[in-house]
């Protein structure tokens, strides 16, 4: 499911998995394992082009996806969320810019038991507020759409997207997702509660898969 939120948090991490400083508004400590890092906001960062890595999410480093999440979505996922992430990559994966988590798409397979085939669903794609509009959303959805095709037992690409945000719908549509459906009272906790389902076929996608992918 997808929302739209305002935050201003970054956390650094390398990019060789070891964890670095993230800076803090009053003082500040070394992280010594992924269980203490701790977001937090860069007001007076100037952002250049930005230029992505992708890291996969692993049992090292979940708990780095699961606070940016908490962050950017007013949802607290269940771990079920966090299982259908890992068995999903490369599809599900973390978007960092010069050693910081910025964003991440969430992907979930599900099987289709007449066809032996199955439909990718995004979960979530987020990016914190003060990256927004650089590319990073459309990067993370090319990179997972590529990844899709490849996968060559991947049917369609689909999600939710609640009715009045339309800066989603229009950013969707700009990728070939078509509007199937309204589903009433999706959401239980915030207004209004109705979605759309888009979706898109995954055979005619056109573009290659990024190189640039960071494993645990």
Not at 15 to 31: N, Q, R, Y
Not at 133 to 140: I, K
Not at 155 to 164: D, F
Not at 178 to 203: G, Q, W
Request: glycine share 4%.
């Amino acid at each position: 499911d997808l929302y739209v939120r305002t935050q201003e948090l970054t956390c650094p991490i390398s990019k060789t998995m070891s964890v670095e400083v993230c800076s803090m508004p009053e003082g500040g400590e070394k992280a010594r394992d992924y269980e203490n890092i701790i977001f937090t906001s860069d007001d007076n960062q100037k952002l250049e082009k930005l230029e992505l890595n992708f890291l996969e999410p692993c049992d090292k480093n979940i708990n780095v996806l699961k606070k940016l999440n908490a962050h950017i979505f007013p949802v607290n996922y269940q771990e079920k969320f966090y299982v259908d992430c890992l068995a999903s990559v490369p599809l599900t994966v973390m978007a960092l810019y010069s050693d910081f988590v910025i964003g991440a798409i969430c992907c979930r397979l599900e099987k289709l038991p007449a066809s032996g085939k199955s439909n990718l669903y995004i979960m979530t794609l987020g990016v914190f507020a003060p990256y927004r509009r650089r590319g990073v959303g459309a990067q993370l959805l090319a990179n997972t759409m590529a990844h899709a095709k490849e996968e060559q037992n991947i049917e369609n690409v689909y999600l939710h997207v609640q009715v009045n945000n339309e800066e989603a719908i229009e950013f969707y549509k700009q990728f070939g997702f078509k509007y199937k459906e309204t589903l009433k009272n999706y959401y239980r906790r915030i207004e209004p509660p109705d979605c759309f389902v888009y979706s898109r076929s995954v055979n005619d996608w056109e573009g290659p898969a990024r190189d640039t992918k960071l494993s645990c």
